[in-house]
């Protein structure tokens, strides 16, 4: 991990998931234009890792070439069409990933590793599958440390994780004591890995995650709101004054450019940005509080 985060060696003490299977070595990937429902999934055989839906396309994730499911399905629905296919690693999809790593006061594990953890850091188990955010990217490490550091004042109460991918900032949020998380994605693959993500911490009764728009949760008051998506995402969220009931924001996944523009957009909505991190000032994060009414 680029950054202040590294990988974990040496004494520890306690196994995290010693009987997690680890991730398939291959991927095979077929993209299709057209989207694939829920139930036709079940039809694609045990080699079927999950379908990533992204605007009327499908990607789906096999562990093997699938024989002849692929010829099955475009039977079944000729009104699918077979892009391009792709064969990868899970490392190399990952870009790494396979090892603990420490964040902050959070040690990320892989529930397959079979090591011990290390006593003195906040474990978070998060297998990611195929969906993007094993902690390995800038924004969310950024992420991460902002929301221990919004923890060090206020209670953090009640959090709302937008775009929570595999819900790693959602499950952060709860280990720092948050009473409530409501863990929110338009992707129905990022929803189930995310949903798999909070069973294997054990934190079903405190977070909660929801398939949908970021706007959906607009009637979800929350102390705390995390916002890792897109910037087009975070102008509307910012104009409609979906964050003007929260006390504390974090905003992530801006390049320079849109994180001025951004900057401008919440100092006039009333909050004051208290920290902000930048990865070689390109990739920007700001966690920000509402300034006291005069």
């Not at 890792?49 to 692929?70: A, D, K, Q, Y």
Request: charged fraction near 20%; proline fraction near 7%.
């Amino acid at each position: 991990m680029k950054g202040n985060s590294k990988s974990i060696d040496g004494a520890l003490e306690r196994h995290p998931h010693p009987s997690y299977p680890p991730p398939h070595p291959n991927l095979y990937i077929y993209l299709f234009k057209g989207v694939l429902g829920e139930k036709e999934e079940a039809l694609l055989g045990p080699e079927f890792i999950g379908n990533w839906v992204e605007e009327g396309s499908s990607f789906l994730f096999f562990s093997r070439p699938p024989s002849r499911v692929i010829a099955d399905l475009l039977h079944v629905r000729p009104d699918l069409e077979l892009e391009d296919r792709f064969h990868f690693t899970y490392e190399d999809w990952q870009g790494g990933g396979l090892e603990p790593l420490v964040i902050g006061p959070f040690l990320i594990v892989p529930p397959w590793h079979k090591g011990e953890i290390q006593g003195d850091l906040i474990p978070i188990l998060l297998d990611p599958g195929v969906v993007f955010g094993n902690c390995l990217h800038p924004t969310t490490s950024a992420c991460l440390k902002a929301i221990a550091l919004a923890s060090e004042g206020t209670p953090l109460k009640r959090v709302l994780d937008l775009g929570t991918g595999t819900g790693v900032l959602a499950l952060a949020a709860a280990h720092m004591g948050a009473h409530e998380v409501l863990a929110v994605d338009l992707n129905p693959l990022c929803v189930k890995t995310a949903r798999r993500n909070v069973r294997l911490n054990h934190l079903e009764q405190t977070v909660r995650v929801l398939h949908g728009k970021a706007e959906d949760a607009s009637d979800n008051t929350a102390d705390v709101i995390v916002a890792n998506i897109h910037y087009e995402v975070i102008t509307e969220l910012l104009n409609t004054g979906m964050f003007c009931n929260a006390g504390t924001i974090i905003i992530s996944g801006l390049l320079r450019s849109q994180y001025s523009d951004i900057k401008d957009r919440m100092e006039h909505a009333g909050f004051l940005p208290t920290r902000e991190w930048d990865h070689e000032m390109t990739w920007f994060t700001v966690l920000a509080v509402r300034e006291p009414s005069t």
